[in-house]
């Protein structure tokens, strides 16, 4: 899709494949054929640049046809570079500007308890994306509301836009930090879709409390030249590596 494009970012995209996975075919209780179920769990992707992943994992469920995702970023396309809220379908939240994610999650999930439902609401964020202090206030907020039917996942690969996430903003000691703001804290392999799953099966356990899910991972995952390499946050890979990046994954 990247490729396709001209333009992109796939390494945030390939670091979250298997968290999105593990939500969308086990855990998420959601329907293709009625996206506005208001039943239905919210999956709010705050690091809305990885919108090719969400774009890739909904066509495989059926939000969208399969053919479409080459039209990413072309001129009257569905598929923007960063997600726009029911573009295509099972979109939730209109995305940009980093940090937001989190506070909209938290006006979702109290929502569910004003309208007496029992979704839940699951927020992808970027450990670059932490940077933002908006975050840290809407960790009060969800822990001062004890908001249990919320669950954050950190996207923790340790690389943002303008480098290493050590050397921005140094965002460690990470687990401690939520902790101190109230939340219940997991950690997990990112990768390891059994870690993943029982991470995400504790969370529903929780109660009097939100959950996060810092998940170890790494940006690129799968394609060589892309792991833990910067130059790959949000550039195109050309013809001749698109090539060995598909060969890699296959």
């Known amino acids: 899709m990247i490729a396709a494009a001209g333009s992109g970012h796939p390494g945030g995209s390939l670091s979250a494949?298997?968290?999105?996975?593990?939500?969308y075919f086990r855990?998420?209780?959601?329907?293709?054929q009625n996206p506005h179920w208001p039943d239905r769990d919210r999956f709010i992707l705050s690091k809305g640049h990885a919108v090719p992943l969400l774009y890739s994992v909904l066509a495989e469920l059926g939000y969208l046809p399969v053919e479409e995702l080459t039209t990413l970023r072309k001129l009257g396309s569905r598929l923007h570079g960063h997600s726009y809220v029911d573009s295509p379908p099972g979109v939730e939240m209109s995305a940009g500007s980093l940090g937001q994610g989190l506070s909209y999650s938290i006006g979702q999930a109290l929502a569910a308890r004003l309208d007496a439902r029992n979704y839940r609401v699951y927020c992808l964020l970027g450990d670059g994306e932490l940077n933002e202090g908006q975050n840290w206030?809407?960790?009060m907020a969800a822990a001062?509301?004890?908001l249990d039917n919320l669950v954050a996942i950190v996207d923790r690969n340790g690389l943002q836009n303008d480098g290493f996430v050590v050397d921005i903003m140094?965002?460690?000691?990470?687990?401690?930090?939520?902790?101190s703001f109230g939340w219940?804290?997991?950690e997990v392999d990112g990768h390891d879709l059994t870690q993943v799953l029982d991470a995400l099966e504790r969370a529903a356990d929780v109660k009097g409390k939100p959950t996060v899910i810092i998940a170890r991972t790494i940006k690129g995952k799968g394609v060589s030249f892309m792991e833990n390499?910067?130059?790959f946050h949000g550039k195109a890979p050309t013809a001749e590596e698109t090539e060995r990046a598909l060969a890699e994954l296959a």
Do not use: G
């Open 17 to 23: 494949v298997e968290i999105l996975c593990a939500l």
């Open 27 to 32: 855990v998420l209780r959601h329907d293709p």
């Open 137 to 139: 206030e809407a960790a």
């Open 144 to 146: 001062h509301y004890s």
């Open 170 to 179: 140094n965002t460690e000691p990470l687990r401690d930090k939520w902790e």
């Open 184 to 186: 219940h804290v997991l």
């Open 229 to 231: 390499n910067p130059d």
